[in-house]
């Protein structure tokens, strides 16, 4: 028996929804500038905080730098660290959810099979087009549970080896981010490389936010000042730390 042919808008909504799950420039960019800004932002901030409160609690330029890279170093290690087992953890939730939903088609085949039909009835499909929607999907065991997936659970397969690559990016984003708020402290006294490395910092993450709400939704002044403001003030509990916990004779 000759294989009907599926009709051209369905043939069109396929094509649209593979383009934007797995080769849409907009995701894989949107995606990548996540993991820099993660990475850029921890570093600015955290570290910022850590020489702030060093700096407040000690005069020496040569402590506040090592203490700084001391921060870096082991902040990018661990941001790092941790965007690849984050990775690596979204991937077995998405393989055992997949599990799940085979293990439904196979023993609840018709209530799936309806599910099928109450996505697609709400894309706006009906009549002889949906059914035979219906019936292409629940067809293929494989393409059936990556629908289900996609559809009902808002989930995409994981690339388990792009886990190195986000953690490089996320660790060399942070290496960058935290050595920032050091170079004041490279050139200028203890006292003026603290303001100095709170406003560069301020600008900096200012203009990440900015450029973040550009490319994606959002405004780039509302969302560059609030994330500007996030990132200080949580770096400045680092300050007050290091004026309560100052060293006796620091002036």
Do not use: C
């Not at 939903?101 to 018709?110: C, L, M, T």
Request: charged share 20%; glycine share 8%.
């Amino acid at each position: 028996m000759k294989r009907k042919s599926m009709p051209h808008s369905f043939e069109k909504f396929n094509y649209e929804k593979e383009f934007h799950i797995n080769i849409d420039p907009h995701r894989k960019s949107a995606s990548g500038l996540s993991d820099i800004i993660l990475g850029g932002q921890d570093g600015l901030v955290n570290v910022l905080g850590v020489i702030l409160g060093v700096a407040a609690a000690t005069s020496d330029p040569r402590i506040v730098i090592v203490a700084g890279l001391a921060a870096t170093f082991a902040e990018s290690v661990s941001m790092g660290a941790v965007a690849y087992t984050s990775t690596l953890a979204e991937a077995d939730y998405y393989d055992s959810e997949l599990e799940r939903e085979y293990r439904h088609i196979d023993n609840v085949p018709k209530l799936e099979r309806q599910e099928i039909q109450q996505i697609f009835a709400q894309k706006g499909f009906t009549g002889e087009l949906l059914d035979r929607i219906v019936d292409t999907i629940t067809a293929n065991r494989d393409v059936w549970a990556a629908v289900m997936m996609a559809e009902e659970h808002q989930l995409i397969p994981i690339d388990r080896k792009k886990a190195w690559k986000v953690a490089l990016v996320v660790g060399i984003s942070a290496i960058i981010g935290s050595l920032i708020p050091l170079i004041p402290f490279a050139f200028l006294s203890v006292s003026i490389s603290m303001w100095v490395s709170v406003l560069i910092t301020a600008l900096v993450l200012f203009g990440v936010g900015a450029y973040k709400a550009h490319i994606t939704v959002g405004k780039p002044g509302k969302s560059g000042l609030e994330m500007a403001i996030i990132g200080t003030l949580s770096a400045l509990v680092g300050y007050a730390v290091g004026v309560a916990l100052k060293l006796p004779g620091t002036p």
